[in-house]
């Protein structure tokens, strides 16, 4: 007994020996720090896509396009970083792109980066003319080729959509409800985004009077639900037009009956479905039904959304150290949808099976490790989402005086799962040798996974057992010393014996007339069948007779897969049940499959359609069929689907263009039956019946056993958005060695897979920083002692906080498309791994800034452009934008100014020219219009010489005029302006009535002839008289207002009329006013942005010693030089 205890430990410890080689803590002989990404671009545009690698230099960095190597141009050059840097980039640039870094140790590609070049918007869909009646209801659709913001115009005008009763969907369709007579007209779409915009043709809406009452009409969409597939994060559209009288309601709901997300699902118009940022969970078929209200009709149509997920990484290759004439296996495990399709690469190039290398099951196996096998090995997983790269390293260790291969190899068939092995031992150092290792494979077949056995030293022949019955396996053996494996033995190839099929194929029975069923199989697959299947029995009742009547069906070939039972009864059920042989016997029958023949009638009805069944996961399933040749018209198809057992669910009717429907929350490892007809007018048809077998859904891998145990009750907490720390507990064992940890930490993000990180600590926590805000993360830890180590504990998730945006949006452009219209766009902050959920723009006019009231409107954080419409001529317009998210609103960007020209009257093709002229200026054509430019500034200087070299001839006549304004004004002011230095003033008469001149040759004292442009709120607050002789006549005096005479804070304006002059001076804001240099009335970005209608009066107390010195001196000024006109007065006031 105890020589057997021992035998049986000295087997485990052999086999943990083997399987469990040290391995490696982390490689950082070669990484990337940063890997290219997609990039979108317009034609000519510089475009730059970033790699950076770190390792043992040198390192040299090569670029690919679609898999080949990229060779450098003038346009193409890579930059001293590694990065990737296009001049100006054309159409034929658009492609996939890969960095290759290569240093002694090896090479490794980077994750794949799209390039795509923006064209011009062309439509892919476009409004068509329709004739509907008065009170129904309309729709056009309209879809372009990129994204755009799209509009609609009725007869060549903007659209209103300040009605309930028009709706315009973000996929370009607009609806419109209760059709009016206003609503007939001309119709068009236009889409607009950076690069261009275009058109659509004109479709007319005729709308046919009502003849008298409408009558009640059931419910009937128009317009349901599509079949979608959307990318994640992308805001989905399941339209839902309905029309009947009264208006019918509109509901959704899921076929799977599971609940709607209403977080991120929102009702959009009359019945629409919105659903913001779509996850993986919203993939589904939904249903829309439209019920006549206080009734039980409605009507229902329903679409299949499909989100597409880009591939993320369930299972990681891990480096391995390895012994030459070893095994190493790395495996892959990815998720996403479509299904990701994985590749191999050993230092950056493509891997193709070979006698030593494998690839079956998302795994790559080395067998007889050589050391040239010493690489970097990256798994590759692609899908139309995106790729992801994870890199794991091999290390071959090298021995010498190994032992030779064992000799003499026999097989010999026990059973049809068993074969035993013999052998001899090794010819050299057989004493050294301490295990055998057995291979062994199927010997058919492409890429079949290698298994293997441990035994000890002490046996030369094992039966290797759990093995598929009439099969071909091929065999080896490898023996193993302390500091080594021997070779690979001679192979050999042995057969198992068959046996009784496992299992009977699925039934399909379907009614070609009410007399007849038609069974039909699909062939056993070999793992199923155990052997070539001989012959069926098919066996067959009614269900209320015990007679059993069976029919058996030899095989001549693989295509008997049908059979024809004839003679029976209309309208009657009938079960029926097959089972399968082999040489060896039969197997056992199935479960009964029932079918009811159909009824006797003289009516044509549709015969059954041929139906086909595929598992898409362990959840769902994917039913497609083909109608048969028919003469009947149909209306549609009728489906069902009920587990084994179990009764009829509902039937859900389909439209009779659909040949495929997805059944999906369905139960892992059930039987389900599927019906489906198809029906017309003269009833329902012959009903196609077949039966489905859903597959388990896949479990989380089998550890190996290992010498130390994991740490466990690993705990993680975010600190910041840059920190997440972490603590954990030591596995209790025995040894009082000192232990050592490593953390294992990256981002979860596929884009990010290969971005992993290590940390080595002695202590139970650690502070892991350098992280990324927003970002979920994988963290494993592994304990070290002695040599030893343990496999990486169970991953846990965290994610980091949430980082308001810091930096305002970028590259702000404001472009007039209409005469009341303009388009906004802007890029995201530059600001890394920054996740917005909408964008807040505000926008006034001059006058509306000044009172401090901007508009306001939203945009979803995936969207960067919006439309200002409404806009008045002749205005100037501040626009500024901000990015917000969860954590808070980040900073606005620099006010942009928009100025509108006043409205003239040109005709329709004028202002088509103009608008298109815009998107149109050369080079050729900007420097024209600067040139010009200069030369008009240039004239305008020369005339302000010429009026200066004769302000002497002017000062006396001016004088004289002025004078006569301030009689009262110098009885009341003279006093205080007598002290006052004012030999130097001058004051000079305006020679124009519609702009500002300055009045001291380039200090702010401005003159007008009706005064700055100010509101009345404004007016009434700021205005400060010194003399109040004539307030009462000045009260009741119409205010004059020229929109060319526009001004900036801080400046002072001396204003003249006939009755009353005002002279304006700067309250509280002298040289440190922000101001603009020009004198045209624009206001600066800075000024904008900060200033507020507050801000002025809280600074004007410390303005009150500048203000009353200034009117002093021009007052004193005033009295020395002019004579007093009585009817005249002035007056000073602040801006």
């Known amino acids: 007994m105890g020589s057997v205890d021992w035998k049986t430990h000295q087997r485990l410890l052999i086999l943990l020996w083997v399987l469990s080689f040290p391995g490696v803590f982390s490689f950082s002989e070669l990484s990337f720090t940063l890997e290219p990404k997609d990039v979108a671009a317009s034609h000519g545009e510089p475009v730059i896509l970033d790699c950076q690698a770190q390792g043992e230099s040198p390192i040299s960095v090569r670029w690919r396009k679609n898999g080949v190597q990229l060779l450098q141009s003038g346009r193409l050059q890579v930059l001293s970083n590694g990065s990737l840097c296009i001049s100006s980039s054309e159409r034929s640039d658009e492609g996939f792109y890969q960095c290759l870094a290569h240093n002694r140790y090896g090479a490794i590609l980077s994750q794949t980066s799209r390039l795509t070049i923006s064209n011009e918007l062309m439509f892919v869909t476009q409004p068509v003319s329709a004739e509907v009646r008065l009170g129904s209801v309309a729709r056009f659709s309209c879809a372009v080729s990129a994204s755009a913001v799209i509009s609609w115009q009725l007869n060549q005008t903007s659209l209103p959509l300040d009605s309930d009763r028009i709706t315009v969907l973000p996929n370009g369709v607009l609806q419109i409800h209760d059709v009016t007579m206003r609503d007939a007209g001309t119709y068009r779409c236009l889409a607009t985004n950076l690069s261009s915009r275009v058109r659509s043709q004109e479709a007319e809406l005729s709308i046919i009077p009502a003849s008298g009452p409408r009558p009640l009409v059931k419910p009937l969409i128009i317009a349901g639900p599509q079949n979608i597939s959307a990318a994640l994060h992308q805001s989905v559209v399941l339209e839902c037009l309905a029309e009947g009288n009264p208006r019918p309601l509109v509901s959704w709901s899921r076929a799977d009956s599971k609940p709607i997300d209403v977080s991120g699902a929102r009702v959009l118009g009359n019945g629409n479905l919105i659903i913001s940022a779509v996850k993986a969970h919203h993939s589904g078929t939904y249903l829309c039904r439209a019920t006549t209200p206080g009734t039980r009709n409605y009507s229902t149509a329903h679409g299949n959304l499909t989100v597409l997920v880009p591939p993320t990484l369930v299972e990681k290759p891990e480096s391995q150290t390895r012994p030459r004439a070893g095994t190493a296996r790395f495996?892959?495990?990815?998720?996403?949808?479509?299904?990701?399709?994985?590749?191999?690469?050993?230092?950056?190039?493509?891997?193709?099976?070979?006698?030593?290398?494998?690839?079956?099951?998302?795994?790559?196996?080395?067998?007889?490790?050589?050391?040239?096998?010493?690489?970097?090995?990256?798994?590759?997983?692609?899908?139309?989402?995106?790729?992801?790269?994870?890199?794991?390293?091999?290390?071959?260790?090298?021995?010498?005086?190994?032992?030779?291969?064992?000799?003499?190899?026999?097989?010999?068939?026990?059973?049809?799962?068993?074969?035993?092995?013999?052998?001899?031992?090794?010819?050299?150092?057989?004493?050294?040798?301490?295990?055998?290792?057995?291979?062994?494979?199927?010997?058919?077949?492409?890429?079949?996974?290698?298994?293997?056995?441990?035994?000890?030293?002490?046996?030369?022949?094992?039966?290797?057992?759990?093995?598929?019955?009439a099969r071909n396996y091929t065999f080896y053996i490898v023996a193993y010393m302390p500091m080594g494996a021997s070779g690979m033995s001679e192979q050999v190839t042995q057969h198992t014996l068959e046996d009784v099929p496992l299992r009977t194929p699925e039934l399909s029975l379907t009614s070609r007339s009410p007399t007849n069923i038609l069974v039909s199989w699909q062939p056993l697959p070999p793992k199923l069948s155990r052997g070539r299947v001989s012959a069926y029995r098919l066996s067959y009742r009614t269900a209320t007779d015990e007679q059993l009547i069976s029919v058996e069906l030899p095989v001549p070939s693989e295509n008997c897969t049908q059979y024809l039972l004839q003679g029976l009864q209309p309208d009657t059920i009938y079960l029926i049940r097959m089972s399968a042989s082999t040489r060896v016997g039969w197997s056992q029958p199935s479960a009964w499959s029932s079918h009811r023949t159909p009824k006797t009638s003289s009516a044509t009805v549709p015969p059954a359609p041929n139906l086909e069944l595929e598992p898409v996961n362990c959840t769902s399933v994917t039913v497609r069929w083909h109608p048969a040749s028919s003469d009947a018209v149909l209306q549609g198809y009728k489906l069902s689907f009920h587990p084994d057992g179990q009764s009829e669910d509902s039937v859900l009717q389909l439209p009779p263009h659909d040949h495929q429907h997805s059944i999906t929350g369905l139960n892992p490892r059930v039987k389900y039956h599927v019906k489906l007809l198809a029906f017309s007018a003269n009833g329902d048809g012959y009903q196609a019946h077949q039966t489905v077998n859903t597959p388990g859904c896949p479990s989380a891998p089998h550890r190996r056993l290992a010498a130390l145990p994991s740490p466990d009750h690993i705990h993680a907490t975010a600190d910041s958005s840059s920190e997440v720390s972490l603590s954990w507990g030591r596995p209790a064992f025995s040894s009082g060695k000192p232990v050592s940890y490593s953390v294992r930490y990256g981002p979860v993000s596929p884009s990010d897979a290969?971005?992993?990180?290590?940390?080595?600590?002695?202590?139970?926590?650690?502070?892991?920083?350098?992280?990324?805000?927003?970002?979920?993360?994988?963290?494993?830890?592994?304990?070290?002692?002695?040599?030893?180590?343990?496999?990486?504990?169970?991953?846990?998730?965290?994610?980091?906080?949430?980082?308001?945006?810091?930096?305002?949006?970028?590259?702000?452009?404001?472009?007039?498309?209409?005469?009341?219209?303009?388009?906004?766009?802007?890029?995201?902050?530059?600001?890394?791994?920054?996740?917005?959920?909408?964008?807040?723009?505000?926008?006034?006019?001059?006058?509306?800034?000044?009172?401090?009231?901007?508009?306001?409107?939203?945009?979803?954080?995936?969207?960067?452009?919006?439309?200002?419409?409404?806009?008045?001529?002749?205005?100037?317009?501040?626009?500024?934008?901000?990015?917000?998210?969860?954590?808070?609103?980040?900073?606005?960007?620099?006010?942009?100014?928009?100025?509108?020209?006043?409205?003239?009257?040109?005709?329709?093709?004028?202002?088509?020219?103009?608008?298109?002229?815009?998107?149109?200026?050369?080079?050729?054509?900007?420097?024209?219009?600067?040139?010009?430019?200069?030369?008009?500034?240039?004239?305008?200087?020369?005339?302000?010489?010429?009026?200066?070299?004769?302000?002497?001839?002017?000062?006396?006549?001016?004088?004289?005029?002025?004078?006569?304004?301030?009689?009262?004004?110098?009885?009341?002011?003279?006093?205080?302006?007598?002290?006052?230095?004012?030999?130097?003033?001058?004051?000079?008469?305006?020679?124009?009535?519609?702009?500002?001149?300055?009045?001291?040759?380039?200090?702010?004292?401005?003159?007008?002839?009706?005064?700055?442009?100010?509101?009345?709120?404004?007016?009434?607050?700021?205005?400060?008289?010194?003399?109040?002789?004539?307030?009462?006549?000045?009260?009741?005096?119409?205010?004059?207002?020229?929109?060319?005479?526009?001004?900036?804070?801080?400046?002072?304006?001396?204003?003249?009329?006939?009755?009353?002059?005002?002279?304006?001076?700067?309250?509280?804001?002298?040289?440190?006013?922000?101001?603009?240099?020009?004198?045209?009335?624009?206001?600066?970005?800075?000024?904008?942005?900060?200033?507020?209608?507050?801000?002025?009066?809280?600074?004007?107390?410390?303005?009150?010693?500048?203000?009353?010195?200034?009117?002093?001196?021009?007052?004193?000024?005033?009295?020395?030089?002019?004579?007093?006109?009585?009817?005249?007065?002035?007056?000073f006031t602040a801006l």
Request: proline letters at 4%; charged letters at 20%.
């Open 754 to 1131: 290969a971005a992993v990180r290590y940390v080595q600590t002695s202590e139970q926590t650690v502070t892991v920083t350098g992280l990324r805000s927003n970002t979920r993360y994988e963290f494993a830890v592994r304990l070290h002692t002695d040599q030893m180590s343990s496999p990486w504990s169970a991953s846990i998730y965290h994610r980091t906080l949430l980082e308001a945006p810091s930096s305002p949006p970028r590259s702000v452009r404001v472009s007039l498309i209409e005469e009341d219209t303009a388009l906004v766009s802007w890029k995201q902050p530059d600001q890394p791994d920054l996740s917005v959920t909408h964008y807040t723009v505000l926008y006034a006019s001059q006058s509306s800034w000044l009172a401090g009231e901007w508009k306001v409107l939203q945009r979803e954080g995936t969207n960067t452009m919006a439309l200002l419409e409404k806009l008045e001529s002749g205005s100037v317009y501040l626009v500024k934008i901000s990015a917000s998210n969860q954590a808070g609103d980040g900073p606005f960007s620099s006010t942009v100014e928009l100025r509108l020209t006043r409205r003239t009257h040109h005709s329709h093709a004028q202002k088509t020219a103009f608008i298109a002229g815009l998107y149109n200026i050369d080079e050729k054509s900007m420097s024209g219009i600067i040139a010009g430019v200069c030369i008009a500034l240039s004239i305008i200087i020369l005339c302000i010489f010429i009026l200066l070299t004769k302000s002497t001839t002017r000062k006396s006549a001016s004088s004289k005029m002025i004078g006569r304004v301030g009689n009262d004004v110098m009885q009341s002011g003279a006093s205080s302006a007598n002290q006052q230095q004012t030999e130097n003033a001058e004051v000079l008469l305006p020679m124009t009535r519609t702009h500002f001149i300055d009045a001291k040759g380039g200090t702010n004292l401005m003159i007008n002839h009706a005064g700055p442009i100010m509101s009345d709120a404004q007016s009434k607050r700021k205005k400060s008289s010194m003399f109040n002789n004539n307030q009462k006549s000045n009260g009741n005096k119409s205010k004059m207002e020229d929109p060319a005479g526009l001004y900036e804070v801080g400046k002072m304006v001396l204003r003249y009329e006939d009755e009353q002059s005002r002279v304006y001076c700067p309250l509280g804001e002298s040289e440190s006013s922000q101001t603009s240099g020009a004198d045209s009335g624009h206001f600066s970005h800075d000024e904008t942005e900060t200033s507020s209608p507050n801000r002025s009066s809280d600074k004007s107390n410390d303005g009150e010693t500048f203000s009353n010195e200034c009117i002093a001196s021009i007052c004193a000024q005033i009295s020395a030089e002019m004579p007093l006109r009585s009817p005249s007065h002035l007056q």
């Open 331 to 469: 495996s892959c495990q990815v998720e996403g949808t479509p299904v990701p399709r994985i590749t191999w690469f050993k230092n950056g190039q493509l891997i193709h099976s070979n006698g030593r290398t494998k690839m079956y099951n998302n795994k790559l196996v080395i067998t007889q490790i050589i050391p040239e096998d010493d690489a970097f090995y990256q798994c590759q997983a692609e899908n139309s989402q995106g790729s992801v790269v994870s890199t794991s390293r091999l290390i071959v260790v090298l021995s010498e005086d190994r032992p030779s291969a064992p000799r003499n190899i026999h097989a010999e068939t026990i059973s049809s799962s068993a074969i035993l092995l013999a052998w001899e031992r090794p010819q050299y150092n057989a004493d050294k040798v301490i295990a055998y290792s057995i291979h062994y494979m199927k010997s058919e077949g492409l890429n079949n996974e290698e298994y293997q056995a441990v035994i000890g030293n002490d046996t030369t022949n094992h039966i290797v057992d759990d093995l598929e019955p």
